[in-house]
């Protein structure tokens, strides 16, 4: 069984900076994919920033600049760092991890979200 794990989220005033982690568990034979994912309120899940495995990272427009996402792959775990943030980076952050596990059938996983609160 493989599992994600958010953490960082929180409230931060406007300008200020978090740092998201995603660490992978379970029995997992690759990951050729990761990446952040974010839904405010009312809206549709979009994309925030991805990174395959020996690639670039990606991110959305909206982001470009201010965030930065990174992989420790020794320890499973995916970063987000966001920085110059604005009230309208609020939103749940999800990770997602494209693994195959000990089944050797390639799957996406979801973590279960962390809230990123930004105050004007």
């Known amino acids: 069984q493989v599992q994600l794990v958010e953490s960082g989220g929180g409230l931060v005033q406007a300008g200020g900076s978090l740092r998201l982690s995603c660490a992978v568990s379970?029995?997992?034979?690759?990951?050729?994919?990761m990446g952040w994912y974010r839904q405010a309120p009312g809206k549709q899940r979009v994309v925030v920033a991805t990174?395959?495995?020996?690639?670039?990272?990606v991110y959305a427009d909206s982001v470009k600049g201010r965030f930065t996402i990174s992989r420790d792959i020794a320890k499973n775990t995916l970063y987000l760092q966001m920085n110059s943030l604005k009230p309208e980076d609020t939103a749940v952050y999800y990770c997602?991890?494209?693994?195959?596990?000990?089944?050797?059938?390639?799957?996406?996983?979801w973590g279960q979200g962390t809230q990123v609160t930004v105050s004007s």
């Open positions: 990174l395959r495995s020996g690639g670039s990272p």
């Open positions: 379970g029995s997992i034979i690759d990951i050729n994919a």
């Open positions: 997602n991890a494209r693994v195959l596990p000990s089944s050797f059938i390639w799957a996406d996983y």
